[in-house]
């Protein structure tokens, strides 16, 4: 096909039977076969595409059906060069007749986003779906097709699942755990959820956390546990996977680093967006996490800044009724002490001239040094832009929410809230995280809303591991065998799971650690004993 179209022939790729919905009592979801699929970044975020070379015909041959479809697809030009003129022609017909005529052009602007969505009405009845692309005259870019499906609602509509991660955050920060920090929207939220008193995480740090809240698998199963380790879809099956092949439209809006398609997490992900969007874009801190390269901040700031919670709510509103959809929305707001400007000025991090305060490590390194005496002051100084990166979590909470509200799915979308792990604010002589199993960073906020059943506060432990095949259970679609533990490892209660021993695991690559919790008592070992 490629070779084919290099030499400007007119070429057809025909994908005749599109891959449908093994369960018809979901929406089905239909898509050409991954074969000639290549994974496309463009704005950092990711798209499973196809190529689409000038003077290139795709057609598909629609299954019967007796409910209409909708063609869905998102359309992204490479490079993003706008020295490359005109427009890029494309038409999409069905079964000869035209359904659209539209045209893109290279844009090397952030304020442009480069992937445009496309959704069109596909006529009952039709047969062959034709989308030609052609380039009027010259060369230009190469234009690729994300993720194209056939979609249409349930005959029994399905849940949707929101997953808030939120990057380092303790429960017992949190006023509906205990904790001072401002929280207000999470706390009404717990209001009306299954609130989890004693969750723990798998490990300490962003990787393995996420894949085991992914996959239903421990760490050492699993694999991703140092950093130099990524998930293995062909050992390690994901909750996204699931939903996709059962009919899920997939989306992800996180932060990257360790929870990014570089480390496996794309599988399964219609797009993969590596745009935190709870960023402190008004503040000097935000703009200084950017890197060391001052000529390439406001080009990331305008991004993030177009990928921010509003982003979110317009595609969680744009999902069409009855289709159901699964998103992953992640942020590092706790994980970075970087309140934005609102909670900086609420939390007096800023000076008499309102010039904002940055977390101050002298401290820091003095007691890291041997002055043992200054472990409260650095506490103190941690905590007041931990709690203020809180806040402004917690802001990013109430405008999801509110979307989520407003767009008319709150009552048919199971929402979590939780954090991969939590952060060591110096009760052990240590700050930070990654670095042991301690309580502080293992244990970790879990809030569940499942439309229908009534608040609870759950007692009994819950390992983020038992999250997957519970919520697949909940959503109606097939669980993997694999992401259920053996007997002896899995949980005492099913719904919700509860378990009375927790297992845990860290590795750092120089170090190996391991935990193990059974009722009230923990018991701790490293590599050395």
Request: negative net charge.
């Amino acid at each position: 096909w490629q070779a084919a179209a290099d030499h400007g022939q007119l070429t057809t790729l025909d994908a005749t039977t599109p891959r449908a919905s093994a369960a018809p009592f979901v929406h089905e979801r239909s898509a050409v076969d991954d074969q000639g699929r290549v994974a496309v970044s463009l704005d950092r975020e990711q798209r499973r595409s196809l190529r689409l070379p000038a003077d290139t015909e795709l057609t598909w041959t629609l299954p019967p059906h007796d409910r209409p479809y909708r063609f869905e697809a998102s359309l992204g030009l490479l490079p993003r060069d706008p020295a490359l003129g005109g427009a890029m022609q494309f038409s999409l017909t069905a079964d000869g007749t035209t359904l659209a005529d539209f045209s893109a052009t290279g844009s090397g602007s952030v304020d442009t986003p480069a992937w445009n969505d496309l959704s069109f009405a596909v006529p009952l009845g039709t047969e062959r779906l034709t989308l030609r692309a052609r380039w009027p005259s010259g060369d230009g870019p190469l234009a690729v097709l994300g993720h194209p499906r056939l979609r249409r609602a349930a005959s029994e509509p399905r849940p949707n699942l929101l997953i808030v991660s939120l990057d380092t955050l303790r429960p017992d920060h949190l006023g509906c755990y205990g904790g001072d920090a401002p929280s207000a929207h999470i706390d009404a939220f717990a209001e009306t959820a299954l609130r989890f008193e004693t969750a723990y995480s798998t490990s300490s740090y962003t990787l393995p956390s996420h894949a085991s809240l992914l996959s239903g698998q421990l760490p050492l199963l699993h694999g991703a546990r140092a950093t130099r380790d990524h998930l293995d879809p062909e050992r390690t099956p994901l909750l996204t996977s699931a939903l996709a092949d059962a009919g899920w439209v997939t989306a992800a809006f996180t932060g990257g680093g360790f929870l990014s398609t570089t480390y496996g997490f794309g599988t399964g992900f219609d797009r993969f967006s590596h745009n935190d969007p709870c960023w402190p874009v008004d503040t000097l801190r935000g703009r200084l996490l950017l890197g060391p390269d001052p000529e390439s901040h406001d080009d990331r700031l305008q991004r993030l800044t177009r990928f921010d919670v509003r982003h979110v709510v317009d595609w969680l509103g744009a999902q069409p009724e009855g289709a159901p959809f699964f998103a992953l929305v992640h942020t590092y707001a706790a994980h970075n002490y970087a309140p934005d400007r609102r909670w900086l000025e609420k939390s007096g991090l800023t000076d008499d001239d309102g010039q904002e305060l940055l977390l101050d490590r002298t401290d820091y390194h003095a007691w890291k040094a041997g002055d043992l005496d200054l472990r409260q002051a650095v506490t103190d100084e941690f905590t007041r832009f931990y709690d203020a990166s809180v806040g402004s979590a917690d802001d990013f909470i109430g405008a999801l929410l509110g979307g989520l509200e407003q767009a008319g799915l709150d009552d048919n979308t199971i929402v979590v809230i939780l954090s991969d792990h939590g952060e060591e604010l110096g009760e052990v002589d240590v700050f930070g995280h990654g670095k042991s199993l301690n309580e502080g960073v293992t244990r970790v906020p879990l809030l569940v809303r499942i439309p229908g059943r009534a608040a609870q506060v759950i007692t009994p432990a819950i390992s983020l591991a038992d999250l997957a095949p519970w919520l697949l259970e909940l959503l109606g679609a097939p669980v993997d065998p694999a992401m259920r533990p053996a007997p002896a490892l899995a949980p005492d209660s099913a719904d919700p799971p509860g378990r009375a021993i927790t297992l845990f695991d860290l590795s750092t690559g120089d170090d190996e650690q391991w935990a193990v919790r059974l009722d009230d008592f923990k018991l701790q070992q490293g590599a050395d004993g």
